[in-house]
């Protein structure tokens, strides 16, 4: 056997202490709040015996892993999702709760990324040089004499 197939063992299966946002920030697994349900959807008997479906919370408000910056950011962009400063985030697509796990744990990452992100650059308006400007009228204005050119009134 190749040692890749079956369950995943040891400290290679364990799932990660700490969540990755950005840079050198991470989430302690303390702060995060798992909760396990059943899964809705096919997936025979298995289904109505294991807790596949992942529940993942994470207390905004109270956190402290976050710079205060960011954590004014994300409580300002997520703040239609947030249910008394708890963002949730749920993942039931795979059978395995493992792999939900994961799923979870992404989205949430990626979700507070998105969130913590800076603010984009403000547009700076530029000018159209006046010689394009010029050459655009200008070939509007021939085009214009063409399409005249072809109606000819006395067709007779």
Same mark, same amino acid.
């Given at each position: 056997?190749?040692?890749?197939?079956?369950?995943?063992?040891?400290?290679?299966?364990?799932?990660?202490?700490?969540?990755?946002?950005?840079?050198?920030?991470?989430?302690?697994?303390?702060?995060l709040?798992?909760?396990?349900s +059943?899964? %809705?959807?096919?997936?025979? @008997?298995?289904? #109505?015996?294991?807790?596949?479906? $992942?529940? !993942?919370?994470?207390? *905004? /408000?109270?956190?402290?892993?976050?710079?205060?910056?960011w954590?004014?950011?994300?409580?300002?962009?997520?703040?239609?999702?947030?249910?008394?400063?708890?963002?949730t985030? +749920?993942? %039931?697509e795979?059978r395995? @709760?493992?792999? #939900?796990?994961?799923?979870?744990? $992404?989205r !949430?990452?990626?979700? *507070? /990324?998105?969130?913590?992100?800076?603010?984009?650059?403000?547009?700076r308006?530029t000018?159209?040089?006046?010689?394009?400007?010029?050459?655009?009228?200008?070939?509007?204005?021939?085009? %214009?004499?063409?399409?005249?050119?072809?109606?000819?009134?006395?067709?007779?």
């Amino acid at each position: 056997m190749d040692g890749m197939s079956g369950p995943r063992r040891g400290s290679g299966g364990r799932f990660p202490r700490a969540l990755s946002i950005r840079g050198s920030v991470l989430l302690p697994e303390a702060e995060l709040m798992w909760r396990f349900s +059943r899964s %809705s959807g096919p997936g025979g @008997q298995h289904v #109505n015996t294991t807790d596949s479906q $992942v529940e !993942l919370r994470f207390d *905004l /408000a109270a956190t402290q892993a976050l710079p205060e910056v960011w954590k004014q950011r994300v409580l300002e962009r997520l703040a239609e999702r947030l249910s008394d400063g708890v963002v949730t985030v +749920r993942a %039931s697509e795979h059978r395995s @709760q493992w792999r #939900n796990r994961e799923t979870a744990a $992404v989205r !949430l990452a990626a979700l *507070l /990324a998105e969130a913590t992100a800076p603010p984009p650059r403000p547009r700076r308006p530029t000018r159209i040089p006046r010689g394009i400007n010029e050459r655009r009228l200008r070939e509007k204005k021939q085009r %214009s004499e063409t399409k005249r050119g072809r109606s000819s009134r006395d067709w007779g």
